[in-house]
């Protein structure tokens, strides 16, 4: 039995130090990804992903939502959002090791692309009350009231009516008595005696995908935003469970700054962040009290993934989670502007470099004469992008792959005497580029 023992506790042991040695490894790959200020734009660049927006009209003479004479608080909204991403304030509450964590610029933002509408009185009704499957039996009923057994009261708490004999009928009150729960109507029951009634639940389907499979066939290269409403009285709620979409209902009925603050924290959610209440990582606070409220500096945060009528922060390791995500998925990198090439991002190796993360690239690489670039991790590369070697200059792609996530190709590699003469090359074959390729390295994607 003592033997048992201690094997157990050496294999629990065991287990403890992988999971601590595999989380360390975690943070430590994570901390790479976080823009400080002081990092390089070039090197650290701005994740912008493309949105696209879908308005769901109940009918078509009576939207009962956003219209397409809404475009300009829309667009309005999206500036609001991209400035809460863009413009941190420092957090109100101590992360768990007691200190603040604050960069002031989470270098995420979101561009607008396009706005459509549908008229679809289904897809618009995201929330709404239906009957239960599931019958409730009655004890004994009163002219407005019913009689059920006390375990019944918290299903029939949360709903505001029932169905008896195929008639719907309005709850007034409801109320425990010892063992008995007590249900008063609006108005009286039109037939004595019923034996059984089905209550109302609340069905809520901001989460299902039907909007996105319905209207955008499951495109992946846009967040997909839908706009809807709601047959269930309420102020804006939304839900955003996957990259690729989110659904909001009812911001018609919500403030417009409001509205931007709750879609910037279900964009949140799209980009992998979890709610606060429960901290995704160790720089957030250990407790976040949620509600509607306002932010505080005892227990209500004002970061975005929180419940709070602030919400303008995000730890860095928040944002590096962000980062590292956009930066090493394909299916989300997708999602992105990487693929844009942009003819002033320039990266210049004036002397030998590691790059040991992965890193997104939207411009032209130069590794400088007698300079050596070595690669230890995905490198994209946007569809206009080069990489130029100068005289005695090195690229090695050691256990890495340097391509292109679209499955455009990229413009290759150019080598050189110098740049900006793209089609000179060293006389001597002894002082061209090179090209190395280490522990199964790859150049993939490219145009030859």
């Known amino acids: 039995m003592k033997l048992k023992s201690i094997l157990l506790l050496l294999i629990l042991s065991l287990f403890r130090l992988l999971l601590f040695a595999q989380s360390t490894q975690e943070r430590k790959e994570l901390m790479q990804y976080i823009p400080y ?15 696209h927006v879908h308005l769901i009209y109940r009918y078509e003479n009576d939207a009962q939502n956003y219209t397409m004479d809404s475009l300009k608080l829309i667009k309005k909204q999206f500036d609001w959002i991209n400035g809460f991403y863009r413009q941190l304030s420092p957090s109100t509450l101590l992360a768990q090791d007691g200190k603040k964590h604050f ?17 679809d009185s289904i897809a618009w009704n995201r929330i709404y009350m239906t009957p239960s499957k599931r019958a409730i039996k009655i004890d004994s009923s009163d002219y407005k009231t019913i009689y059920f ?11 505001d009516s029932i169905l008896i004999d195929g008639e719907k009928y309005y709850k007034k009150n409801i109320t425990r008595n010892n063992n008995t729960t007590i249900l008063t109507l609006t108005t009286p029951l039109k037939k ?10 609340k069905r809520d389907l901001n989460c299902d995908p039907y909007n ?10 846009h967040i997909h935003i839908f706009l809807t409403g709601s047959t269930v009285s309420g102020v804006a709620f939304g839900c955003g ?23 910037a924290h279900e964009l949140g959610h799209t980009l992998g962040l979890r709610h606060t209440n429960y901290p995704q990582f160790d720089d957030l606070p250990p407790k976040d009290k949620f509600g509607f409220i306002p932010c505080n500096n005892t227990d209500v945060s004002n970061n975005i993934m929180g419940y709070n009528i602030c919400r303008n922060y995000l730890s860095p390791k928040q944002i590096g989670y962000v980062h590292y995500l956009y930066s090493t998925h394909p299916n989300r990198i997708g999602l992105t502007t990487a693929n844009e090439y942009i003819d002033t991002n ?18 032209d690489i130069i590794v400088r004469k007698r300079q050596t670039l070595t690669v230890n991790n995905l490198v994209h590369m946007s569809k206009g992008s080069r990489i130029y070697l100068e005289k005695k200059a090195k690229l090695i792609v050691n256990g890495a792959e340097i391509t292109n996530f679209f499955g455009t190709p ?24 090179k090209i190395i390729l280490e522990n199964n390295g790859k150049i993939l994607n490219y145009r030859h």
């Open 241 to 263: 469970p996957r990259p690729y979409f989110l659904n909001m209902s009812n911001l018609i009925k919500g403030g417009d700054w409001a509205n931007a603050q709750l879609i």
């Open 103 to 119: 960069i002031p610029d989470s270098r995420i933002q979101f561009r607008l692309d396009s706005i459509s509408h549908f008229t």
């Open 212 to 221: 996105w499979e319905k209207y955008a066939h499951k495109d992946t290269s």
């Open 192 to 201: 004595n005696n019923p034996k059984e009634l089905f209550y109302y639940q």
């Open 149 to 159: 057994r006390k375990q019944d009261y918290q299903r029939l708490r949360n709903s």
């Open 346 to 363: 320039v990266i210049n190796i004036w002397y030998d470099t590691v790059w040991n993360k992965a890193m997104i690239i939207q411009g």
């Open 410 to 433: 990229w413009q290759g590699i150019v080598i050189c005497t110098v740049a900006h003469k793209p089609g000179k090359q060293p006389k001597n074959p002894k002082k061209r580029g």
């Open 37 to 51: 200020p002081e990092t390089d734009v070039l090197l650290y660049p701005v994740i912008t992903l493309k949105a």
